[in-house]
């Protein structure tokens, strides 16, 4: 026997051109799933059709069926109905996994159109299709969550990719945390894809996205982490402008922007066979436990300095020294600096040191002595980034120029 998943009326009637004289009947679960035109095709080519359910059977169906058993024992009668000529239509995208009557059919032709990346490209409303690696969760047929499932009140990794119209509204209300979407214009059936679901394939299809540029944009595919390295930076300054301006959508795109970075890195690694995305995340979410003692351990300390002291401690273990990137700005180098050692509760020891060292380089006259003095006191005595201050005035200067000087400059 013939089967075919849900599609759209298009692909169907190309399909069923080329099994003219193959087939003798259609098959579906109920009439009261597919539109008027797909009938009228039907009858167009003296087709034969056969329903196992009516509509007011699948309206009643719990009442007229009780127990799941009986139902299903009903069906297998039914489908005895039907032999090697006939197509039966899914009422799912993917009928050998998630339609209960297609896998009651002994030694089905099994043909898709549709796949579960359409059902979730549609849910997310992304304009152009593509196809990825799904992670893994349940598909679930219509009615077994019916008579299974009448009760769920809890969040599940699963997919139900064919309720049928007229028990949209009743599964609606049980089913809050995911999106129900339509993909057919043939079929009044929706799909329903958890949050959980959604969340996860985001960040898988994040990944194929960046391995489909890499290998197929002619400017993506030559890069280095060197080559791109400005790149990060500067989409850290619009991250932190987006900040500063308060504009909550731009600072969305912004971050959207950094996260592109990471990922890209990560391929490129990827590509000479030192780590990818995923060591990435896996990387990251052992670094954030390790150096969380008081939340993941029994030192449940709440007191903020002894947190900061291990959080230093830990770091400083991790990298068998202080260390601060060399390649940012020395001004915010040195307030980083400056952190760590209050932190770590050497202030004193510091200062001795720091004193030490401007005394053994600079004269005590000399100008470059008295500023970065000064610098080193600042930063000893408050926890203001010098960075952020200096960034601010001269922001304000400019503001001030372009404000009352505008004119006098322009003459």
């Not at 006939?86 to 099994?110: A, F, G, N, R, T």
């Not at 579960?116 to 598909?139: C, D, M, R």
């Not at 930063?379 to 203001?384: G, I, K």
Request: aromatic share 16%; proline share 2%; net charge negative.
């Amino acid at each position: 026997m013939y089967v075919v998943g849900l599609c759209d009326k298009e692909q169907f009637f190309e399909f069923y051109s080329l099994l003219v004289g193959k087939i003798k009947r259609v098959a579906f679960f109920s009439g009261s799933l597919f539109s008027e035109e797909f009938f009228s095709f039907l009858n167009s080519v003296n087709v034969d059709t056969y329903e196992l359910f009516s509509f007011n059977e699948l309206k009643n169906i719990k009442k007229d069926y009780p127990n799941f058993v009986d139902f299903f024992d009903f069906v297998k009668q039914k489908l005895k109905n039907l032999d090697d000529r006939c197509l039966y239509i899914s009422s799912s995208v993917s009928p050998m996994s998630s339609d209960l009557v297609v896998q009651e059919i002994d030694k089905p032709i099994c043909f898709s159109f549709k796949n579960l990346e359409s059902i979730i490209n549609t849910a997310i409303g992304f304009s152009n299709e593509f196809n990825y690696q799904l992670p893994v969760f349940k598909q679930l047929d219509f009615i077994y969550y019916y008579y299974h499932f009448e009760n769920i009140d809890y969040e599940m990794n699963f997919v139900i990719p064919n309720i049928p119209l007229i028990f949209y509204e009743d599964i609606s209300n049980r089913l809050k945390r995911g999106k129900f979407v339509n993909i057919s214009n043939m079929a009044n059936i929706y799909s329903y894809i958890s949050d959980e679901v959604l969340n996860k394939t985001l960040l898988d299809l994040l990944w194929s996205v960046m391995i489909k540029l890499r290998y197929n944009c002619q400017w993506d595919k030559i890069q280095t982490s060197e080559s791109i390295r400005n790149h990060l930076i500067e989409e850290a300054y619009e991250v932190l402008d987006s900040v500063e301006k308060g504009d909550s959508k731009k600072f969305m795109m912004e971050l959207g922007d950094l996260l592109l970075q990471v990922i890209f890195h990560s391929q490129i690694q990827s590509d000479f066979k030192n780590f990818n995305f995923y060591d990435v995340l896996k990387s990251l979410v052992e670094k954030l436990i390790i150096r969380h003692p008081h939340v993941f351990t029994d030192d449940k300390t709440q007191d903020l300095d002894k947190i900061l002291v291990d959080w230093e401690k830990n770091k400083a273990k991790d990298e068998k020294k202080i260390d601060i990137p060399q390649s940012m700005p020395s001004l915010l180098k040195m307030y980083l600096l400056y952190r760590k050692i209050k932190r770590l509760k050497s202030e004193v020891w510091f200062d001795d040191l720091i004193r030490e060292i401007l005394k053994n380089k600079y004269q005590n006259e000399d100008l470059v002595y008295k500023i970065l003095l000064a610098l080193h006191e600042f930063y000893m005595n408050t926890a203001e980034n010098f960075e952020s201050v200096l960034n601010n005035f001269i922001n304000d200067t400019v503001f001030h120029i372009n404000e009352f000087k505008s004119i006098e400059i322009r003459d």
